[in-house]
C-alpha cells in the first residue's frame, strides 16, 4: 500500500482547515505558506476574492533574512503593517496545513506584536 506524501497529507490537512476559515470584507484570512527556504503571507477577502496585502521572503528586501524564524518574525511584522495600511485590524489565521510551531508561529506572534487581532 502507497503511503501518501507530505505534501498530499497538507493539502488534505489544509482542505480540512478552510472548510472552517474563511476571510470575510470585515475579518480577512491571514493565510500562511512555508516553503522550505521561504515563508509567505497573505491577507486575503475570501467574498471579493482579492488579496489586500502580501509579504514574502522572495522580496528584494528580505534576501537576507531568507526563510527562518527571524525571515519570519520579520514577515509577520510587514503584514502586520501592510494590513493595517489597508484598514484591517482583526484577521482570521490560516496556518496553511503547516503546524503552529517554528516559523509560522514567529509569523504570527510579530503580526499579533505589530498590531493584528486574531
Known sequence: MARESRAQIRARVHKRIRRRV???TERPRLA????????????IDDLQGHTLAAAATTEKDWKA???NV????AIGTAIAQRAKEKGVTKVVFDRGGFLYHGRVKA????AREAGLEF
Not at 527571524?70 to 518574525?73: I, L, R, S, V, Y
Not at 509569523?107 to 510579530?110: E, F, G, S
Open 107 to 110: 509569523l504570527a506572534d510579530a
Open 65 to 67: 533574512k531568507g526563510g
Open 70 to 73: 527571524e525571515g519570519a518574525k
Open 22 to 24: 474563511a476571510g470575510t
Open 32 to 43: 500562511v505558506f512555508r516553503s522550505v527556504n521561504h515563508i509567505y503571507a497573505q491577507v
